[in-house]
């Protein structure tokens, strides 16, 4: 990977049709404006009733239609962004999706892992026709799925299918504490992963990373990274729920520590900030009184600002 992906996740979990109103264009203006982000990773969601159903449903007006995605990348382009597209599931039921698991020895009665990953696949494959007739400059196929990781040979298969739909570099990724459990980083270009790592353990973890980076000799990046504006949340910050009170300060505090890590640690080729909303940013004024992970309006925002530009700076300098 040649410039750094300064990104950030916008978007999440946005409905079909929601690009037919206006406020998402002033988000994201906003979103480039407060956070200097040169790239937008742009997530669509299919959803499966629980963690053991093996049937998936992405043509529902739960999830952004191909028109919504041309229109965002189209926007996105206009502001000089760069795009990434990345195919998520959720349950309905609450449960995260690192939960979807089945039996691994063959039960005739129970649901199977071949059902689930052509269900899978099908949503992917169609997200990866979005990226290549969009022209994505990556394509991420999936996102902190713990309990499929073992699955190598289903997963190599399915970025092989992918590579038939889209031209560009795929991806992975995988949750905090797992890139050196993924064995099969050989069949995508990138590594990537979820940096939502202790304030403490946050340089312990890029160097047990860049290990795994040098062994598969790919690039690697955060496709996921931020913290709550929550009193605690510096110590659990994937735990969107986790903490006490507002506190945009233990924010900011985990952005200076984390940025601050990333500059000394070139291996990071990129970073995706979660996350921005896209219909409902809001009001700028309102930041602080937000515990949430977006940063606007909230002191994290100059620190990304002031890291955007050491990056600018940084890759200038090497050219």
Not at 42 to 67: G, K, N
Not at 156 to 168: M, N, P, S
Not at 224 to 245: F, I, L, Q, T, V
Not at 274 to 282: E, F, G, M, T, V
Request: charge should be negative.
């Amino acid at each position: 990977m040649n410039d750094y992906l300064n990104a950030y996740t916008f978007g999440f979990c946005e409905k079909r049709g929601f690009t037919e109103g206006d406020a998402w264009k002033r988000s994201l203006e906003e979103m480039v404006r407060t956070t200097g982000s040169n790239a937008l990773i742009l997530p669509v969601c299919a959803w499966q009733d629980h963690a053991y159903s093996t049937a998936m449903d992405s043509d529902t007006p739960d999830v952004m239609s191909a028109e919504d995605v041309q229109a965002v990348c189209a926007y996105a382009r206009s502001l000089g962004l760069k795009i990434i597209l990345k195919a998520m599931v959720n349950c309905r039921d609450g449960y995260w999706r690192a939960y979807i698991r089945f039996f691994d020895t063959y039960v005739p009665c129970e649901p199977k892992w071949s059902d689930w990953f052509e269900s899978w696949g099908r949503h992917v494959c169609r997200v990866a026709d979005m990226a290549e007739e969009n022209g994505a400059d990556l394509y991420c196929i999936g996102c902190e799925m713990v309990g499929t990781d073992h699955r190598a040979e289903e997963w190599r298969a399915l970025a092989g299918e992918v590579r038939k739909h889209y031209r560009g570099p795929i991806t992975y990724n995988c949750d905090k504490y797992q890139e050196d459990n993924v064995t099969w980083w050989d069949a995508v270009d990138v590594i990537s992963s979820s940096g939502y790592y202790p304030l403490d353990e946050i340089d312990a973890n890029l160097e047990r990373i860049r290990a795994v980076a040098e062994r598969f000799g790919k690039p690697f990046v955060f496709m996921e990274c931020g913290c709550p504006a929550r009193a605690g949340s510096e110590k659990r910050p994937n735990d969107w729920k986790y903490g006490g009170a507002t506190d945009p300060l233990t924010q900011k505090l985990w952005y200076e520590a984390f940025t601050d890590a990333l500059l000394r640690h070139p291996f990071v080729r990129g970073t995706g900030w979660w996350d921005w909303p896209a219909s409902r940013l809001y009001p700028e004024e309102t930041g602080p009184d937000n515990s949430g992970y977006c940063t606007y309006g909230k002191p994290a925002s100059e620190v990304l600002r002031r890291f955007a530009a050491a990056i600018t700076e940084k890759e200038g300098a090497e050219r």
